[in-house]
């Protein structure tokens, strides 16, 4: 197991900027194009969200933010947040670090008030979609945040917090 240190960062920090860049770079050849969902860097800033960088000696090789949602997105008066940009250096996958930054944003997000986590993720992603369910995350309809609702193959979930141990 990797010694892994999470560190939140404004999405505007270089590795955190490095890393998206890396995740979208991946979407480009997983599915012929980055994820268009509308993002401003602000959307993960405290107290409406967070964006964390996970490090191993030194090296930023992991991330993930977490962006509140309307209780008209999110299509739930629960306190909602989505998940983006959950992401691991090929170097380093297979090593727990997804886990890892995932339970961290999950705590991230609870401390501030969030309830409820949803996110999307794609069939060319099985290792994603088995991270998620392995951490319990439902399936779920996307409400009005999802714009690939709807998509072949589209996974959509959700995760009530805190999570139940």
Known sequence: MLDVQ?????????DADALCAAVQAEYVTLYGGGDSSPIHPDDFEPPGGAFLVGYVGGRAVASAGWRRLSAEQAASNLPTAEIKRVYVDPAYRCRGLARDIVLALERDAHTAGIDRLVLETGPMQPAAIQLYRRLGYTDTTGGGWSQYAGYPGVVIVELLLPRQA
């Open 6 to 14: 999470i560190v939140r960062r404004p999405m505007s920090h270089p």
